[in-house]
């Protein structure tokens, strides 16, 4: 659907751990009168989330995939009646720095109309939330395979038990020191400390016994994480 800027609307609610990340994102699209997308709550966690959705009733929900209190899967698993509500559903689009399948799928098969990573531009992710503000799905273009292999096939992806350990934070630095970035690097995309980063890269190396940094990145590698 085509709409002029005049006419086009759409309420938006923010979810993502990183107050800073949040700020930027509303600074970026939340010019109304530029962009037609008013910012109408935010939340950092769950909890937050659940409360601020259904107050707020949202026509689109940004949705970071790791979150306190049990992640992206989890508000939208306890928002599938707003989903599902006739009138006026709520639709979710995942905006996250993970580019892992499993993440993607997860979030697809929780409900959400879209999947999209933090590098895609501001004029783009306005461009996104209409899209699927109106119906449609969207996905970063090298995000779509994933969810089309995934529907295709009728087996369920196997269980990595050695991932389960793993929280899901302790995932997102796991892939990003296995390709390579150094500590400040891992801060500076997942908006922490690198103090924060050693201690998410030793806990790792504990839960998988594994000795150090080239040791992780075979590990996953070989799971085709990287």
Sequence with gaps: MNRSPEERRARV??????????AGVQAEIGRTEETGVEVVGEAGDVDQAITVIKAAAPDVVLLDVHLPGGGGVEVLRRSSELMSA????????????????EDVIGVIRGGARGYVTKTI?????VD???????GDAVFSPRL?????????????????????????????VLRLIARGYAYKEVGKELFISVKTVESHVS???RKLQLSNRHELTRWATARRLV
Excluded: C, K, Y
Excluded at 121 to 125: H, I, S
């Design 128 to 134: 996104a939330i209409f899209r699927v503000s109106d």
């Design 144 to 172: 779509a395979g994933f969810v089309l292999d995934a529907f295709a096939s009728s087996e369920a992806p196997p269980v990595d038990e050695d991932m389960d350990r793993l929280t899901q934070r302790e995932r997102e």
């Design 13 to 22: 609610v923010l979810v993502d751990d990183h107050r800073m990340f949040r």
């Design 203 to 205: 806990a790792v190396l």
């Design 86 to 101: 006739a009138a006026n559903p709520v639709r979710f689009l995942a905006l996250s720095v993970s580019d892992a399948a």
């Design 121 to 125: 531009t501001g004029t783009d992710l």
